[in-house]
């Protein structure tokens, strides 16, 4: 609203008053006291009396901001009109309100790709293989060459957005950007070194190898030439060249030439060979350097011995069948029999051998093994065939038929007639039968030997001084029976009865039946009542390996064996037992197992003869065996049965190089004297 006056009134002049009061609007011609009042100027006093103090006074006509008190919403940009305002949207914004943003995407022009609408403008989201704002180009990966251009030649594109690297040779990966490392596969043998290099490696080799993978050996490597000697390769490496040092000579330098500086005296000839050298003696001296007189040269040893010059002197090496200074006697090697199991020794004194003539039931060189008689099988009619060295004929030679019923002989041979003991009574025919027989009987007569007389005790049946009982039986026939003294048995009493069946004959003595007793036939060796006694324990031959069996008895007291006798040994052992001071023996005899190489009982167990020290001398090691020893005597410097007699090692070439004096013979020991300086070295 615009006022085209403004007039204050009730003031008065000389009345000194402040008006305050505010004002919105628009304003023109303010008077006071009828005066204008000049309100544009800054704070006056005008003649009208009024002191105006101005305050946010315009000139013009304004009106209100209309956009500060009520903006507009959304994204809108408000204009302010006369007490009024105008709201319109912002560029990319509609609506009623401007909060919905346009669609830039509305006739877009992507090509070969997707439309993505941003505010007040739009993207292209190209398609896989394009590229370009708008996506109309094709995109080739290559064209920033992606391959690395010291390892590939070319880059090509797969489309639709890939590409591939041709890589060099050397190089690998997608881009080529790895050098391939050739050393990964280990190419360098021998010890050589790798070095990785573009497409290729490079082998540093050892000092013995040479070529593209250090596998050619240098020929010198191995040191071919020997004592000191200087090793030349070819220029192919084929072949090699040794230069040696004086005394020495070969391919390798390996031989001495031990003649440089023989030692050999009384005109003898130096002859070299491969491992020293020797002296070939003048006719009358022998030694390593033909320093002693041969005595052997009137070959003073007879029967082809083996002549050695001693001292002053020779020693005949008889054979073995020779003895003697000169081996002119015989050895009979039949005093010391060498045959076993009582054969006997014959020595043939022509070709100074022996030969063992065998017992029955042995054989052998020395007749010292068994015939095993039962093979093939001489008994017969299936009679079993026990051997002699089966209990209990083990003392004897030969075999045993053991015979089935109803046969007999030595070999089983024979049938055993049963009717030649005229088994039948009362003039019966006897039928002979395989093991057995059959009696036909005669009438008034009955049983297996028609011993049954029917008429009763009239015909005297009962046998052997039997008593004879007659009775009648039910139906009044007339029978009897017989009680029978001690010793018999049977209806007639006819029967022995077999005292033998509960014997006691004992070391495999045989029990001979007889009338209510029995007696029992002994083994050799063996006696007594029951056998029981041995005679003589040696019989059986127990000492094994040559040992002597001496009979001792069963008491080691010489009394008890004078009161007993000395085969009565149940006597020996049971007064031995009662008598102080007396020890009963394990067995009746003992083994002398002297000079056998075993002991024991029986002279069974093997001796060790190496347990006994200083058995081998000078340090040589000692070797059990059956019954013996041996020594070996390597490395002692020394020989013999029992390394006692010491080797003269210098009766061969000296084994001692380049000018060393040999010491010491017996531990071949060598002190080599080089540069001054004594040094010591072992030949072994």
Request: hydrophobic letters at 25%; proline letters at 3%; aromatic letters at 10%.
């Amino acid at each position: 609203m615009c006022l085209s006056s403004f007039i204050i009134p009730g003031y008065f002049s000389g009345v000194s008053s402040l008006m305050i009061g505010l004002m919105k609007g628009c304003i023109r011609n303010i008077t006071f006291n009828n005066y204008n009042i000049p309100y544009l100027d800054d704070d006056t006093t005008n003649s009208s009396g009024v002191t105006i103090y101005r305050n946010t006074v315009k000139a013009g006509c304004h009106g209100d901001n209309i956009c500060d008190l009520d903006p507009c919403k959304g994204h809108a940009e408000c204009h302010d009109l006369w007490n009024l305002r105008e709201c319109t949207c912002l560029p990319g914004w509609e609506g009623f309100d401007c909060l919905k943003s346009i669609d830039d995407c509305v006739g877009h022009q992507c090509v070969f790709g997707t439309c993505v609408d941003w505010h007040i403008n739009y993207t292209c989201q190209c398609d896989l293989g394009y590229r370009g704002l708008l996506c109309d180009q094709i995109y080739n990966p290559c064209d920033v060459n992606p391959c690395l251009m010291e390892g590939s030649v070319n880059c090509s594109l797969v489309f639709p957005a890939e590409y591939k690297c041709l890589c060099k040779a050397g190089w690998s990966g997608k881009n080529c950007s790895q050098d391939v490392n050739e050393c990964e596969s280990s190419p360098c043998l021998n010890g050589g070194t790798c070095t990785d290099m573009v497409d290729g490696y490079k082998c540093i080799c050892t000092r013995d190898y040479f070529g593209e993978w250090c596998d050619q050996v240098n020929v010198c490597s191995s040191q071919p030439c020997f004592n000191g000697g200087t090793c030349t390769a070819n220029d192919l490496n084929t072949h090699f060249t040794c230069k040696c040092l004086p005394q020495y000579s070969g391919n390798n330098c390996e031989t001495y030439d031990f003649c440089y500086n023989n030692a050999c005296i009384n005109n003898a000839t130096c002859v070299f060979n491969s491992s020293g050298y020797s002296c070939k003696c003048a006719s009358g001296f022998f030694g390593v350097h033909c320093e002693f007189v041969d005595f052997c040269a009137s070959t003073p040893c007879a029967n082809n011995g083996f002549c050695r010059n001693v001292l002053e002197t020779f020693q005949c090496d008889c054979g073995v069948h020779f003895s003697g200074k000169t081996c002119e006697s015989v050895i009979n090697h039949c005093d010391k029999n060498p045959c076993k199991n009582g054969a006997d020794c014959l020595f043939n004194e022509t070709e100074h051998t022996y030969s063992c003539q065998c017992a029955e039931g042995f054989f052998g060189l020395h007749c010292d093994k068994d015939i095993n008689e039962c093979l093939p099988n001489p008994c017969q009619n299936g009679a079993t065939c026990i051997e002699s060295n089966l209990t209990p004929w083990k003392f004897f030679p030969g075999y045993h038929c053991e015979c089935l019923t109803g046969y007999q002989g030595d070999k089983c041979e024979i049938e055993v007639n049963e009717c030649s003991s005229t088994p039948c009574q009362n003039n019966a025919t006897c039928h002979d039968l395989i093991g057995s027989y059959q009696c036909e009987c005669l009438q008034h007569f009955s049983g297996v030997n028609c011993q049954t007389d029917l008429r009763g005790c009239s015909s005297n049946p009962c046998q052997n001084n039997a008593q004879c009982v007659q009775s009648l039986t039910a139906d009044q026939q007339l029978t009897y029976r017989c009680i029978c003294v001690e010793g018999f048995m049977g209806d007639l009493c006819a029967v022995n009865i077999d005292d033998c069946a509960n014997h006691q004959c004992v070391n495999s003595g045989v029990c001979v039946d007889g009338i209510n007793s029995y007696t029992c036939t002994c083994l050799p060796g063996y006696s007594g009542i029951y056998c029981e006694t041995q005679i003589d324990a040696c019989f059986s031959q127990p000492c094994k390996h040559g040992g002597k069996c001496l009979y001792q008895g069963l008491c080691s007291c010489d009394e008890v064996a004078q009161i007993c006798g000395w085969q009565n040994e149940t006597c020996e052992e049971e007064l031995c037992k009662q008598t102080k001071g007396c020890e009963v023996y394990m067995a009746s005899y003992s083994c002398d197992c002297a000079n056998t190489g075993f002991d024991g009982a029986v002279c069974s167990d093997d001796i060790d003869e190496c347990v006994n020290t200083g058995v081998c001398e000078h340090g040589g090691i000692c070797v059990n065996t059956q019954g013996n020893y041996t020594c070996n005597c390597q490395h002692t410097g020394f020989k013999g049965d029992r390394c006692e007699r010491d080797i003269d090692e210098c009766a061969g070439p000296n084994p001692c190089f380049n000018g060393g004096e040999m010491l010491l013979y017996s531990s071949r020991i060598c002190y080599c004297c080089t540069i001054c300086t004594q040094r010591k070295f072992e030949l072994f």
